[in-house]
């Protein structure tokens, strides 16, 4: 049986924050452009999938809210390689509510040891693309941050521009969306997804994709529950069904896979999604805010191959510091853009993405108007609240068995059992043996330990035994502890209209 997931010790309360300052976004001097590397000769099955680098550069908000001084973020903000995606750009949307940053992550195969590489087959050579785009949006509150993933392969037309590698002159054409960034750099692709959503970028961060193992070992790890076994040969991944603490190369593995089912890509940023709000949840409750020298090493890492724009430095992130005490994972939320048809052919391109252009539209508006993208938490119910599992009760099967000498306690038990949604038999019998059972006991077959705990749920301070070969039905055996059944009920994902869901919804229960 896998090991319990282990809770994460949490910081303790916070005395109320002081008004929050203002976050600038306004202009600023920037540095000259730098231009691309030029591109190598690149074969699309072999290049990796480098989702989760966003985790790096968003986590840089996160730690933030530790309220480090200003002397540790100043020597931090040192570190990063500035860039200037803005210049001479004209015709911009109009700037919204909250702040928009666009995070990049690259190809950096090149900083990479050869142990790693064949560890965690990481072969070919280094590509200098993008292969993950992600739009974060911070609310003008600082309360909440929304996550939106942008499909590699959407459909996009980019505008006109001069190729950074080839210096040919390119009128605006159909193509990829991760195309932007080898012909145009960051720039590019600024102008490329701000004309797809209409959203106005405020910063941008650029991450290599070797800082991602390093800050994921730097935290201690990132627990990842996953319901079924995850197996993919392309990236060595091979989870069992269960918790899993994952170190820095595990974790690649996770958010790279992509051949673990017929999800494709949409899996792949949905895992990447939900390693996120893990990260977040390790970050703000292992105690990383809280010890100066873990901070430091922590977000030293983080920065250590982190391009952005100017404007976003010291005083910006002493800004969201402030603003943000108290970031959690429910305080975040994470959507893909709605998709209309996942394999649209364009002549000399490809299959791309194509995306539902109304629902994404409302999508975008949302962020622009600075809304929430998940729905409101339902008041809560009156009289005891039911406990949340992962398995429905209506699909667990049920044997009950009396353990005691208390004639009709099954009948009752199996009854109570049944009102709260298992599937009973309605047939209670009397525990084989003829002692007296002091504990309530659960048995299931190893196949079905999530079964079984949605079960003692339902029944607390039961004992969990695993019994091999004992097949779908689980076995209650009634003991003299047994009070009542508590109500239970399976946990409810309120997505809206969008599919968004929350960072709590998705870490390790």
Known sequence: MPTPPRTPPRTPPRPARPPRPPVRTEPVHRAPVRAAPARGHRRRPSRPRWGMRMATTLSVVVLAAGGIGHAVVTSLDTGINRIDPFKDMKNRPQAGHGMNVLVVGTDGRDRITEEERKKYRLGGAPCHCTDTVMLVHISEDRERASVVSLPRDSYAEMPEHTDLTTGK?????????????????????????????GVKIDHYLEVDFTSFMRTVDAVGGVQICTAKPLKDSYTGLDLAAGPHELDGGQALQYVRARHVD????????????????????????????????????????????????QGFGTQQMLALAKAMNGFTPASSEFVSVPIGEMSFPVKGIGSTVKWDAPKAQKLFQSLRDDRPLTPARPAAPKGPRPVDVDVAPKTIRVQVYNGTGADGLGGRVDTALRATGFDTTRAPRTAPGGREHARTLV????GWDRSAKSLAAALPGAELRPVKGQGATLKVTVGADYKAVTPVREREQQTGQFEAVRGDQVVCP
Request: charged content about 20%; cysteine-free; proline content about 5%.
């Open 169 to 197: 002159h390119h009128h605006a054409h159909p193509v990829k969306l991760n195309a932007a960034y080898a012909e145009g750099g960051p720039s590019l692709t600024v102008r490329t997804v701000e004309s797809m959503t």
């Open 262 to 309: 017929g999800a494709a890509d949409i899996g792949r940023m949905q895992r990447q999604q939900k390693f996120l709000a893990a990260l977040i949840d390790r970050v703000t409750g292992g105690g990383v805010l809280l010890n100066p020298v873990r901070f430091r090493e922590v977000a030293s890492t983080m920065l250590s191959s982190v391009r952005a724009d």
């Open 443 to 446: 048995e299931y077959d190893p």
